[in-house]
């Protein structure tokens, strides 16, 4: 099974930036499509982002021209660079991979303030 971890989530200003990393254990993320996911206050878990293994990209629509998904290889890690932050982008965000999807495992906090 595989586990990853989401970090770089922390507390900024509307406006702001912050750079999400996924990082996984004996798993690498070339082959897989990889997304990144939200949970806010209610239930409802979120699609953000995704990067195919084909290389295209998804993102949801509120979040197109602000947040940028990307792969690097030297480190293994997915990232989410996250521009222009705004007060509704906040949430705990998950990274999923290897065939699973959804709000699971280990997120990183994302809080925006007005």
């Known amino acids: 099974q595989v586990q990853l971890v989401a970090s770089g989530g922390g507390s900024v200003q509307a406006g702001g930036s912050l750079r999400l990393s996924c990082t996984a254990s004996?798993?690498?993320?070339?082959?897989?499509?990889t997304a990144w996911y939200r949970q806010g206050p209610g239930p409802e878990c979120d699609l953000v982002s995704a990067?195919?293994?084909?290389?295209?990209?998804y993102y949801t629509d509120s979040v197109k021209g602000r947040f940028t998904i990307s792969h690097d290889n030297a480190k293994n890690t997915v990232d989410l660079q996250m521009n222009s932050l705004k007060p509704e982008d906040t949430a705990m965000y998950y990274c999923?991979?290897?065939?699973?999807?959804?709000?699971w495992g280990q997120g990183t906090q994302v809080t925006v303030s007005s």
């Open positions: 999923a991979s290897g065939g699973r999807a959804g709000c």
């Open positions: 004996d798993f690498s993320f070339v082959g897989s499509d």
């Open positions: 990067l195919l293994s084909d290389g295209d990209t």
